[in-house]
Nanobody
Framework: QVQLVESEGGLVQAGGSLRLSCAAS????????MGWFRQAPGNERKFVAA???????YYADSVKGRFTISRDNAESTVYLQMNSLKPEDTAVYYC?????????????????WGQGTQVTVSS
């Protein structure tokens, strides 16, 4: 089993920055892919970014160039640095972890999920 604990999100003005972290514990050596998804009210959960065990990264078009995903394997932690935030980035952000190397942008590919953290961007 794997447990994922996300850092607290927050309220930030448009154009600002915020960094989320997700600490994994348990059988972390099984994890091949870590990802971030987000869900706004009334919407489905959407892919934001993912990073493979070999540090290859993937981003949704909507965040490319503004968000950066990284991981610290020694600390079993993944980060999401969010810059140039926009009001449309407002959502609950979820950390996810997968044992396999399936589609990185599909929620069903992930085996474990964090509890979610609210990010609100004011205009």
């Amino acid at each position: 089993q794997v447990q994922l604990v996300e850092s607290e999100g927050g309220l930030v003005q448009a154009g600002g920055s915020l960094r989320l972290s997700c600490a994994a514990s348990g059988r972390t050596f099984d994890l091949r892919t870590m990802g971030w998804f987000r869900q706004a009210p009334g919407n489905e959960r959407k892919f934001v970014a993912a990073i493979r065990w070999n540090t290859i990264t993937y981003y949704a078009d909507s965040v490319k160039g503004r968000f950066t995903i990284s991981r610290d394997n020694a600390e079993s932690t993944v980060y999401l640095q969010m810059n140039s935030l926009k009001p449309e980035d407002t959502a609950v952000y979820y950390c996810a972890a997968a044992i396999g190397l399936n589609d990185y942008n599909t929620p069903r590919s992930y085996d474990y999920w964090g509890q979610g953290t609210q990010v609100t961007v004011s205009s």
